[in-house]
Structure formats: C-alpha cells, structure tokens
C-alpha cells in the first residue's frame, strides 16, 4: 500500500512548527492587550456621546466589522508607507518607510480590529453595572474616573470576561494570516514546510493539532479566571446583596 498519509510526520514536525510560537503568541497578547484598552476608550466615547468622536468611533467601528480582516491586513500592509509618504512630504520629515518591520503592520490590523469588536462588548459589560452602586459612589464623593476605576470596570470585565476569551481565541487563529504581511508564524512556517515536502495533509494537520490545544488551554484559563473573580466578587459582596442577611 503507498504511503498516502505519513503519519510520523505529523508529529516530527511539530517542535520545528512550535519554535515560531512566540511570534504568534507576541502577536495575539499584544493586539489583544491594546484592542482591549482602544475598545475601552471607544465604548466610554459612545457611551457619554461626546460629540465628534463618537461620530467617529462609530464609522471605525462599522468599517472594521464590515471588512474582512484579510483586507484590513493588506490595508494596513500598503497604506501605511503611503501615509508616512504624505507625512514625509508635507511635514518635512524623514521617515524610512522601507525600514518598517513587517510585524509593524499585523499589529496594527490586529490591533484595530480587536478593538472595534472588544468596544461592543465592552459597552454592554459597562451598561450592566448597577447604576445604584454608581451613584453611591458619586455621593460619596467620586470623580469620575475614580468610579471607572474602583467600580465599573472590575465589575464590568467580570462580565466581558467570557466574550473577551472567545474574542482571544478568534485572534489566536487569526494570527495564522499574518504571513500575507510576509511575517513568518506558524503557518508561515507550515506553509514553507508543506512547499519542502509537498506534504501539505499532514503540515496542516500538525497545525490544527497546536491550534487545538492552545484554544483548550485559553479556554481553560479563561474559566479558571471566571471562577476566581466570580469568588472573590462574593466574598467582597455585603451579604444583603447576597440575599443573606446577617
């Protein structure tokens, strides 16, 4: 029988396949640790309305979220030097467009697109803060960051928490695009791999493999954080919030 499927194979590669995860996981901490921070602004901006920029965060918003992320990559890709170009020329500066890293660009789309898609989700988190505890906290004397730091937003990411780890794990795969931007990860690598040998079937299944177990791993670890913050929520709850009086 020929040796249709070389089975060994699928696992002798994946060490040589595992040397680019840290590029990858650079890429989705990263994008998910700025996407999360630019979702916050934006949803605080469309949640006060402040004029102009919440004109603006809803454009960004929609246009995000109704493109491809693969455009958005070549966007970035190309545009970018375009607009260093104009900046260059009109500003008398003298940026080396040629010397931009690769990887410069994957984190901006990255980073833009986790933001559009973590602002909606980070909104309704807000939204479903207590406005009560709110306006005892004003009463108390807060400002309004203060009430944003101490109170909305723990009690907020509690609640985003679960989207935001579905949100990760949608980056982590997506990361696998980020060769179009000639950055190599680990479908980079796969896919010269696969060009080497021409074993295509079994390159992508070692992929999927390491894709596999690193969403169990997030998942697990996102469960694992609900769980704490979910205890710790309860014991720093007075207990007639509970429903328990003492």
């Not at 194979?9 to 999360?36: E, H, K, N």
């Not at 400002?143 to 985003?160: D, G, H, M, N, W």
């Not at 670890?221 to 720093?236: A, F, G, M, R, W």
Request: glycine share 6%.
């Amino acid at each position: 029988m020929p040796n249709i499927i070389d089975f060994g194979l699928i696992f002798t590669q994946i060490p040589t396949l595992l040397a680019y995860l840290p590029i990858t996981l650079f890429i989705t901490i990263f994008s998910m640790l700025l996407g999360v921070i630019l979702g916050l602004v934006i949803a605080i901006i469309k949640m006060n309305k402040i004029p102009v920029l919440t004109q603006i965060a809803a454009v960004f918003v929609s246009f995000i979220r109704g493109t491809p992320l693969l455009v958005q990559l070549y966007l970035s890709f190309y545009g970018l030097p375009i607009l260093l170009r104009y900046v260059n020329y009109f500003f008398d500066t003298d940026f080396n467009i040629n010397g931009l890293p690769a990887i410069l660009f994957v984190l901006i789309a990255f980073s833009f697109n986790e933001a559009a898609y973590n602002s909606e989700t980070i909104r309704a988190a807000l939204q479903s803060v207590n406005k009560g505890q709110i306006e005892a906290a004003q009463s108390l004397g807060m400002t309004y960051s203060q009430v944003l730091r101490r109170i909305v937003i723990p009690e907020a990411f509690i609640v985003a928490l679960p989207n935001l780890g579905n949100t990760l794990i949608g980056l982590l795969k997506g990361t696998s695009l980020a060769f179009v931007c000639s950055v190599t990860e680990m479908t980079g690598r796969g896919k010269t791999l696969a060009g080497h040998s021409y074993r295509y079937f079994e390159v992508y299944i070692s992929l999927a493999l390491i894709y596999w177990a690193l969403t169990i791993l997030i998942e697990l670890l996102v469960k694992y954080l609900e769980n704490q913050l979910t205890i710790s929520e309860d014991k720093n709850t007075p207990s007639y919030r509970r429903g328990k009086w003492l």
